[in-house]
């Protein structure tokens, strides 16, 4: 059996190394561009997925560039992608109804398969790190809209950050992510507001300065 999708099986063990449980490329289809979200089911991030199906390896998630809040999710791996849906599946990608549909989704899995990357790609586009906030599992409706980080702030003791805000800071704020990501009692706050956003030097100096206010 051909492994049509064998690059979402390089993807995935890239994601697993690199610890990332969602990513993102690009996928242009009939004249509409599309991001595609990779998701993995670890950490916790399939804990709204009732049923997994047992062939499953990653869940796919396809957005309009457009509008992120139009979309299609679709369980795959190396072999296929399971469009149960063929009419949910034609209406999204805006294909017309035809008595050839078996054809048309073969060229349409021929054409997406190329567009798979086989690595991360750590150059996201704000719209694609968007997307991918809006795609985390965990998270609700207001808050992707949060995506300016202003400050971190010590959780209750003995709560760990969530793997929401974990994976949110290293989407949108990688270099402080990176600075701060061994304590894993602090947890990154966020504001609607583009005018709240500080720099990964202000939020650390400030938490420094708050942190020895509080133990002197």
């Known amino acids: 059996m051909n492994q049509m999708f064998k690059n979402l099986n390089l993807l995935k063990r890239d994601m697993v190394q690199k610890s990332w449980t969602i990513d993102s490329f690009n996928f242009n289809y009939n004249r509409h561009k599309y991001i595609v979200l990779v998701k993995l089911f ?16 990653v869940k796919l998630e396809f957005l309009r560039s457009d509008d992120l809040s139009n979309s299609l999710s679709v369980f795959a791996n190396s072999y296929k992608i399971d469009w149960k849906n063929i009419k949910q599946f034609r ?12 054809n048309i989704v073969q060229q349409f899995n021929n054409r997406f398969a190329k567009f798979i990357p086989t690595s991360v790609n750590p150059g996201k586009s704000i719209v694609e790190k968007l997307a991918m906030v809006y795609g985390l599992d965990g998270g609700n409706s207001k808050d992707p809209l949060r995506r300016y980080c202003y400050a971190v702030k010590r959780n209750p003791k003995g709560e760990k ?9 290293k989407i949108l704020r990688e270099p402080l992510y990176n600075k701060l990501k061994s304590d894993d009692s602090l947890s990154f706050v966020y504001s609607i507001n583009e005018t709240d956003e500080k720099s990964d030097l202000e939020i650390i100096s400030n938490w420094t300065t708050n942190n020895k206010q509080k133990t002197t």
Do not use: C, M, V
């Open 42 to 57: 670890s950490r916790g991030a399939n804990n709204s997925i009732k049923k997994i199906p047992k062939y499953a390896s």
């Open 91 to 102: 209406e999204f990608f805006g294909i017309q109804y035809s008595a050839n549909l078996g």
């Open 161 to 169: 950050r969530s793997i929401y805000n974990d994976d949110k800071t």
